[in-house]
């Protein structure tokens, strides 16, 4: 009887083993976005036969094993279901034939690894709610969404807006050649005062005084006021320049101010009693007029009345220094040909720039004066001005070449006011633009959007930090996708600025192809580099907003136009700031973002992430450099 169950029970063990065999079954998880291993997933294999389950979890490099998984023996191959356990993982299975011949271990091939990919991303994986998944997060999405829109159209409507005054400026063209230029007569010369603003400009006063003192203009129709407001060294040389020019004949008066109540608004305001002229020539310490400089504005006021202001183009001393002051130059010849040409062509409000141009006295006492509650009294006493009907004149042929900043603290100095500055008038001026009768409706748009302008920063500081966002969003919820894709706008938007500066590239040759490829490493350049000014702007922008006073801070001047004449600048004043630890930190995170998503593939934003990476570096090292330097 023993011998009998004995050999009942081997043959029982041996049909057994006959019909199954155990086997160790690897393979390798990536995930889908980032193309990267799946790490510490766990995963499950199930016998479709059996329904025998299976567990693993993968390893840093993807791999999982399952270990003394039963397969058919009677069968050629085992079927099996593949599949991630984890519910924050999307479930997808994987139908898996496994031969029976295989004697250790079926290792499936690490070249064709199966596909993984969480639900949400990381910053997305929060907020169920009522049974619904990620339903907090996905509403977030929404708005984040919502608001990265309104930048990208906002940005647009600006682009656009530009386009309509590049396209006014190119019709204009034509026609300014026909224009009649008035004949200059020294007979019938206009008496004019020449003031010259200054405050601690050691480097050029004794520049601007001569080159004001060699204007040839009858001299008893002109006088120069030298407005100093210096408390160093510059008093005592300007008293000395002054003393000299005055031997020579010409009327010229040194007018030094030890309250420094309201800088230079308040420095012209308080001239104005003194003034002999019928009207004001306004330039400031970095500007070398020409000698018939006002030959070719005065005449001007002859032909009309109602001009009130004769503004020229600034011309620039010093573009060839460095590529930041060539990058400068392309920018500020956008903003004096196809913007100030654009809307004087199509009638709208433009602005005296604070220097370079000729004030008619009775427009600044008609328009309120000069007024110092922000920092561009020259934007804001423009407004009111031609609210109440004056003319202004726009001579772009007529240039006043000036000196442009040629370190990166002095062109954040200069931007921090010119941004803040035009963020203030907005403030000051949007109700009265709005309301003020006998205003065409264009004027008021192009008005609003004239003082608004600076604003463009905060929006696009705003959508490209929110481009991160959105990034995670596309990984998160493809029902959102389609929103996203309308972020190409940008592109249109790039186009229409193109355009503007197109028509204001002063290189071009007879050569077009050349001439416009080599526009297009500056445009993308210049924009490249106002991206990385953004932050600064940014703040800027919102501090004239939100009423924030500051002092001011007048651009450092320099006197030089070689690299080799620059041997310092004490006015200069350079310090590590938390803008600028800040703007280092975005250009790593942007510089991490654009290489990150070009390994994967996701190629959409790496261009304007790239552009980030490269303008906050730009600001960010050569400020450092600044710094070391110094």
């Not at 799946?38 to 479709?48: A, D, F, Y």
């Not at 009638?347 to 328009?367: D, P, Q, V, Y």
């Not at 350049?525 to 006073?549: D, P, R």
């Amino acid at each position: 009887m023993t011998r009998s169950l004995l050999v009942l029970f081997y043959a029982l063990f041996a049909l057994s083993a006959f019909g199954q065999i155990k086997r160790n079954i690897s393979g390798y998880y990536q995930d889908y976005r980032t193309k990267g291993p799946s790490e510490e997933v766990p995963v499950r294999l199930v016998n479709k036969e059996t329904g025998k389950t299976y567990k693993a979890i993968t390893d840093k490099n993807g791999k999982f094993l399952f270990k003394g998984v039963e397969l058919n023996a009677n069968a050629d191959t085992s079927l099996f279901d593949l599949s991630v356990s984890d519910i924050k993982y999307k479930q997808e299975k994987f139908l898996i034939k496994i031969d029976s011949h295989h004697t250790d271990e079926y290792q499936m091939d690490q070249k064709n690894p199966f596909k993984t990919s969480t639900k949400v991303t990381w910053m997305f994986n929060w907020g169920t709610w009522n049974g619904k998944e990620n339903y907090w997060s996905h509403f977030t999405a929404k708005v984040v969404l919502v608001i990265y829109g309104a930048c990208l159209i906002l940005v647009f409507i600006y682009s656009l807006l530009q386009l309509s005054l590049s396209v006014a400026y190119a019709r204009n063209r034509k026609r300014k050649t026909l224009e009649v230029k008035p004949v200059y007569n020294p007979e019938t010369a206009l008496t004019v005062t020449v003031q010259l603003p200054m405050y601690n400009e050691m480097y050029v006063a004794d520049r601007i005084i001569e080159a004001a003192a060699a204007f040839d203009y009858p001299k008893d129709k002109f006088d120069i006021q030298v407005l100093d407001d210096s408390t160093d060294e510059t008093k005592d040389l300007i008293a000395k320049k002054v003393a000299e020019i005055a031997a020579q004949g010409i009327q010229i008066e040194h007018i030094h101010r030890v309250d420094r109540t309201g800088y230079k608004a308040g420095a012209l305001d308080s001239a104005m009693n003194k003034v002999k002229g019928e009207f004001i020539a306004i330039f400031d310490a970095d500007f070398v007029p020409e000698k018939d400089w006002l030959q070719q504005t005065m005449p001007y006021f002859e032909t009309d009345n109602n001009i009130g202001v004769v503004q020229t183009r600034w011309g620039h001393l010093n573009k060839s220094y460095s590529l930041l002051t060539e990058l400068q130059a392309f920018g500020l010849n956008g903003h004096f040909a196809a913007e100030q040409g654009g809307r004087s062509a199509a009638g709208h409000f433009i602005n005296f720039n604070g220097t370079g141009g000729i004030w008619r006295k009775k427009c600044i006492e008609s328009a309120g004066g000069w007024e110092h509650d922000t920092l561009t009294e020259d934007l804001d006493l423009s407004y009111r001005a031609q609210l109440r009907g004056w003319k202004f004149k726009y001579l772009e042929d007529v240039v006043a070449p000036a000196e442009l900043p040629i370190t990166m603290s002095a062109l954040k100095a200069q931007q921090h006011r010119w941004m803040k500055g035009g963020a203030e008038c907005f403030v000051k001026m949007w109700k009265t633009i709005l309301t003020f009768k006998n205003v065409r409706l264009t004027d008021r748009i192009h008005g609003l959007s004239h003082l608004f302008n600076s604003s463009v920063f905060v929006f696009i500081l705003i959508m490209s930090l929110l481009s991160l966002v959105v990034l995670q969003i596309k990984d998160s919820f493809s029902d959102l996708n389609y929103v996203i894709q309308y972020g190409s706008i940008f592109i249109l938007s790039t186009v229409f600025l193109m355009y503007y500066y197109w028509l204001a590239y002063r290189d071009k040759t007879a050569n077009k192809f050349s001439s416009f490829i080599r526009f297009l490493g500056r445009f993308f350049l210049f924009l490249t580099v106002s991206l990385g000014l953004s932050l600064a702007n940014t703040i800027a922008v919102l501090e004239g907003f939100m009423g924030i006073k500051s002092s001011f801070v007048r651009t450092p001047k320099f006197n030089v136009s070689k690299k080799g004449e620059f041997k310092g600048n004490k006015y200069d004043k350079k310090s590590i700031s938390l803008i600028t630890i800040g703007e280092g930190i975005l250009m790593c995170v942007f510089g991490f973002t654009a290489v990150n998503r070009a390994i994967y593939g996701d190629l959409g934003m790496v261009p304007f992430h790239l552009m980030l990476t490269i303008g906050y570096g730009v600001v960010f090292f050569n400020t450092l450099k600044e710094l070391r330097q110094g």
